[in-house]
């Protein structure tokens, strides 16, 4: 190619990808200019279509596999290109989980500015399908016609969905359960650009340890009409089915669930455990999502934290207390800190329906609770924190160095803030030692991480 090859919108090239991108596209280049391309792989030559050009970079519509990957896969769900739910079914597992380890490793020295971290592979599932114990669908019509899926990308077109591989087999069956009745006894659906209607969302949640099983229906009115039928329905139909509820959400919003719930059938709640503990789960309740991994990535941080019975912890974004639990088998005392007073109150629950006496929860930011606890004379010598995806804010990281704990443990959900704050602990004092990824989310881009940090 020639030196002096400007790159245009709409025009075709063929090029080779020579690494992969932060959700999983494959990355070109043409003369230094960089171009992503989803669905393709390292290693691959492609002819591509040109969507978008911006200043450094164009985003490119793969047209053609002029040299295939080892690695390529056909995705086993038929409408994955259109969903967005998963990025890499086209991709082998051994390749998703090297394509993890490699974003890890690149954040932490180009983010983090770190050198000498033990980055482990990371830990994949036996089977990367059917792992998720929660899906929440909206519900609409498409030319008249009824349909239950996921958004498009970037968009809020329903892709009708009959079976999802990476969630639990019986949300399919509420699904076309629910479709069924919708038709039958013709139910109003959402319709949210006229903020009209009334069935949004259908949730469905399941016990992977109990096998008990919730349904939420989501509606925009109080009343729902024929819901006896639904009832009937799905009692009949779903094997282990505990609760059946109406969330109510007036709003033209965003947020799947309002704040009513409606009990139509069974319990208010369902239970599952992760590891030994029992919780219960309500349709607000927060509860990881993959409970298998969950329990490795909690065990990894429970080692991690080095307890002997003598320490007293912290525990920030402690979310319903599912971390602090883990940690209470072998810790002193823990203190779990979070800024929602739902998920405290559920926290306190879930303590005392495992008999856990060595555990205080407190409401309130991280950043103001523990500097508040430091003044009253209780320090940690173990801090564990596991914020949102936007990490830990600084003033909380300054809190915890300047307490001089011996070890931080830090799970994350996202390794691009991860490596940032880590870089900040570095600056603090505090070295990581090592990183250890785990795979939640099979067949995404999205990576969990357990981080050992001690102090220098």
Known sequence: MSENIVIEKNKDYIIDIIGMGYEGEGVGKLNNFTIFVQGALIGETVKVKIVKVAKNYAYGKLLDIIKQSFHRREPICSIYKRCGGCQMQHMSYEAQLQFKT?????????????????????????????????????????NGEVQIGFYAPR????????????????????????????????IETYDENEDDGNIRHIMVRRGFKTKEVMVVIVTRQDKLPYYEEF????????????????????????????????????????????????????????????????????????EYAGLSGNETVFDAYCGTGTISLFLSQKAKKVYGVEIVPQAIEDAKKNALQNNVDNVEFLTGESEKVIPELIEKGIKAQVVVVDPPRKGCERSLLEAIANMVPERIVYVSCDAATLARDLGILQELNYKTIEVQPVDNFPQTAHVECVVLITKK
Not at 102 to 125: C, F, Q, S, Y
Not at 242 to 264: D, Y
């Open 155 to 186: 968009s809020h077109d329903i892709v009708n969905m009959e079976t999802c591989y990476i969630q639990d087999k019986i949300a399919d069956k509420v699904i076309s359960l629910t479709k069924e009745w919708i038709i039958k006894y013709n």
């Open 231 to 302: 009832v009937d329905l799905i009692t009949k139909n779903i094997q282990g089915i505990k609760s059946i509820i109406q969330n109510v959400n007036h709003k033209k919003t965003n947020v799947i669930l309002g704040e009513k719930n409606k009990t139509l059938w069974g319990s208010d709640v369902i239970t599952d455990y992760i590891g030994k503990f029992k919780f219960n789960i309500s349709p607000l309740s927060f509860f990881q999502v993959n409970p298998v991994q969950t329990e490795v990535l909690y065990n990894k941080a429970l």
């Open 102 to 142: 490699e974003r890890v490793k690149e954040v932490i020295a180009r983010i983090g500015k770190l050198k000498d971290v033990t980055v482990h592979p990371v830990i994949g599932m036996e089977e990367p399908y059917r792992y998720r114990n929660k899906v929440q669908l909206p519900v609409g019509k498409v």
